[in-house]
């Protein structure tokens, strides 16, 4: 997914008001528009969410067999 979602949630209301859609190149960048957006709306209190993207339930895991960790 080359996308990631955010929710930004102002002071005193528990719905997000503002959901940005992000491009992953675009979070690389230190002055970009969306740091720009996120630096003023924590200025003025608002808290931020990141939303991660569902695993697919339809993946097989499988046992690492140095680790035994699921991959």
Do not use: C
Not at 3 to 11: E, G, S, T, V
Not at 53 to 71: F, N, R
């Amino acid at each position: 997914m080359n996308y990631k979602i955010y929710y930004f949630y102002p002071p005193n209301i528990d719905e997000p008001q503002v959901v940005m859609m992000v491009h992953k190149n675009e979070l690389k960048k230190r002055t970009g528009p969306f740091k720009k957006t996120w630096r003023r709306f924590e200025a003025k209190g608002w808290s931020v969410q990141e939303i991660k993207a569902k695993e697919k339930k339809y993946e097989k895991k499988y046992i690492h067999p140095q680790t035994g960790e699921l991959v």
